[in-house]
DNA sequence: GCAAGGTGTCACCGATCGGTGACTATAGTT
DNA sequence: AACTATAGTCACCGATCGGTGACACCTTGC
């Protein structure tokens, strides 16, 4: 039509998330890719070589997954001094409101849990990336604690990812409401409450390696 | 073929569990259940009225949730004399050690997190049934306590349940293995961790930490 | 003017999907 | 034997899926 392969690219690009966000991602084919960019579905296979490709260009071109940052919203340092089981509650519950306000990583997370394509591997391999970081950065003694708080934060993390998942269906998961704020409040308290336990020994005025930095 | 009804509603029937076991949810349909089922598919709309309803008898037939008494391997007397986190912990891990064993209800928990039919619907019910049965059977007292243990048990379900789904397709999610019995024996320790809380008070008498012995 | 190459359009392919109408074959009843 | 009800078979439908070949259009360079 306009003979501008840029703005081609982009419509098939912006038309992945525009389904993504409206009719989920099973509805995520060839040619409803084409028909709501208003493109020949040819054009995919020539430009991208396949839906493969586009997806996974779309998944690096996006903001699927939040920055260290915006999970820690206090500065680096203040958070390295508390104790792990504070860090990882920070960590958790930086991470679970960061997600909140992702609708469409929702919608690839739940696509991941199904199956596997390019823009799933894609997202998959930035969380990787990403909780690497986080682990390296500012829980390297994790290792020396006796509780396996990594394990637990992984757990937890699990957990409300899918509630996530299940809030965009359903309304209700075992007693939790997924659908209104004081529900996602419910879960975000029992977040605390499995990371901050005074018998082990993680208060915020117990730091443990206040031994010889 | 043999001209005998209650065998082909029966190999229906089966097909189904056969598909999920093998194939999963995903390629459940009707030629395929025909097709497994070794019987012309128009059969399916004469006895069943149509796959939903083929899925709600296979769903009802079938043996999917673990029954309380598999969950609470002691009696329910001892639990109920234990303190609340102690009684969510016993039910978390039972649920957990109950479900591990049961690939086809993990099949039907990815299906269900991801659309809803008649299958999923009757799962979610016999779920939700036999939550509140145990609520109310071991835990009235919940609402009296400070903190929501109740969230924490849905919480720590979700996540379990999000790591049985993950590990059909994924073997490693947040560093944790999901193909291995050591893994698992990580997420379950993981569970008790979340749990059991001395600064909660009324724990469990933990043998290891008691302090008579 | 002319050829070449990139851009977009269109028609079509085979496979598979859920669903149905028309038929045959068998068993039981009278 | 004739009739009826049911079990099972078969061919086909329209829709949709991913994928491709052929062609028209426009810009650019010669």
New interface residues.
């Given amino acids: 039509m306009n003979r501008d392969r840029q703005q081609s690219e982009q419509r098939l690009i912006d038309a992945v998330g525009q389904i993504l966000a409206t009719e989920g991602f ?1 509805a995520l084919g060839i040619n409803a890719v084409a028909r709501t960019a208003g493109v020949d579905k040819v054009l995919i296979y020539r430009y991208f070589d396949g839906l493969p490709d586009l997806l996974r260009v779309y998944g690096e071109s996006g903001d699927f997954w939040p920055s260290m940052d915006e999970v820690l919203d206090r500065d680096v340092e203040a958070i390295r001094s508390l104790p792990l089981a504070a860090r990882v509650e920070t960590v958790v519950i930086g991470l679970f409101d960061a997600l909140r306000n992702r609708p469409q990583t929702i919608e690839i997370l ?1 696509w991941e ?4 394509n390019a823009l799933t591997e894609t997202l ?1 391999g930035i969380r990787e990336q990403w ?1 690497q970081k986080v ?1 390296s950065e500012t829980m390297t003694d994790a290792a020396d604690h006796d ?17 996530l ?2 809030s965009r ?2 309304a209700i ?4 409401e997924l659908t209104t704020d004081q529900g996602w409040e ?2 975000r ?3 605390r ?2 990371c ?4 082990r020994g993680a208060t915020v005025a117990d730091p443990i390696f206040s031994r010889e930095d």
Same sequence: chains 1, 2.
């Avoid at 998961?173 to 939790?176: A, K, P, Q, V």
């Fill in positions: 099973s739940a849990a199904v199956e596997q998959a909780a682990i509780q396996d708080l990594l394990a637990l934060a992984s757990l937890l993390v699990a957990g409300f990812q899918y509630l998942i299940r269906r359903s998961y075992g007693g939790l419910r879960i308290t029992a977040i409450l499995a901050s336990d005074p018998g």
